[in-house]
C-alpha cells in the first residue's frame, strides 16, 4: 500500500479554515469552486452547501487545512467566477458555526441510564432507540461534538454521519469588518 504525501506547505500543524462562500444557485457552480482546490492538491475537510434565503443564492461553507495566505489566494480566484456573489474566510470573525452528528451508539441494557446521563450534558437527543442502541443527534461547534464523541466512543459507535460546519456573521456589522456592535 503506497503513500501519498500532502504538499510540504500542508502539514497536520496547519489549522483549518473556514470558507463562506455565496454563489447563484446554478448547475457547475460547486464542482468549479471544488476544482480550484483539487487542482492544488488540498483536501476539502467538510463541504456543506445549501439554498439561502434568496432561492436563487446558495451558500457553501468549506472546512479546508491549509495556510491564511492560500486560503486567500484561492478566495481571490473563487470571487473570479461569473457565479460568485462573495467569497469570505469566516476563521477568525465573529460568527455562529454549529455542526450535525448523528450517531448511533451500543446501548447494552446496564449501561443505558449511565449513557443518557452522559448525553443529556451534551443535550444529545435521542432520535431512535433500540434494545441494542441508541440513535443520538447533537448540535453544536465542532468541539462540542467531539467532545461528545470522545463521551460515548468507549460505549461502540456502530455509525455515525456529520454534516460538516455551517458557519454565519453574529451580525452585519462584523461581516463588514467592524468590530463595535452596531
Known amino acids: 500500500m503506497s503513500t501519498i504525501n500532502p504538499p510540504a ?3 497536520n500543524s496547519q489549522n483549518t479554515r473556514t470558507l463562506s462562500i455565496l454563489v447563484e444557485n446554478k448547475f457547475g457552480v460547486l464542482s468549479r469552486i471544488t476544482g480550484l482546490f483539487s487542482a492544488r492538491a488540498y483536501n476539502i475537510e467538510s463541504l456543506t ?3 439561502t434565503s434568496d ?5 457553501i461553507t468549506m472546512v479546508v487545512r491549509c495556510e491564511p495566505l492560500l486560503a486567500q489566494q484561492i ?3 473563487v470571487e473570479k467566477l461569473p457565479d460568485t456573489v462573495e467569497a469570505v474566510d469566516l476563521t477568525e470573525s465573529n460568527c455562529v458555526e454549529r455542526e450535525l452528528v448523528l450517531v448511533r451508539v451500543k446501548a447494552p441494557e ?4 449511565t449513557l443518557l446521563t452522559e448525553a443529556e450534558i451534551f443535550r444529545a437527543r435521542v432520535v431512535t432507540a433500540t434494545p441494542d442502541n441508541y440513535v443520538f443527534e ?5 468541539g462540542k461534538v467531539e467532545a461528545f464523541l ?3 466512543r468507549p460505549y ?13 456573521h453574529r451580525n452585519l456589522s462584523a461581516k463588514n469588518g467592524d468590530t463595535e456592535p452596531a
Open 138 to 142: 447533537v448540535t453544536g461547534d465542532s
Open 9 to 11: 506547505s500542508q502539514s
Open 150 to 152: 470522545d463521551v460515548v
Open 110 to 113: 446496564e449501561k443505558r441510564t
Open 49 to 51: 452547501v445549501a439554498r
Open 75 to 77: 478566495l481571490r480566484q
Open 156 to 168: 461502540g459507535i456502530d455509525e455515525m454521519v456529520r454534516t460538516g460546519k455551517v458557519a454565519l
Open 55 to 59: 432561492p436563487s443564492l446558495s451558500r
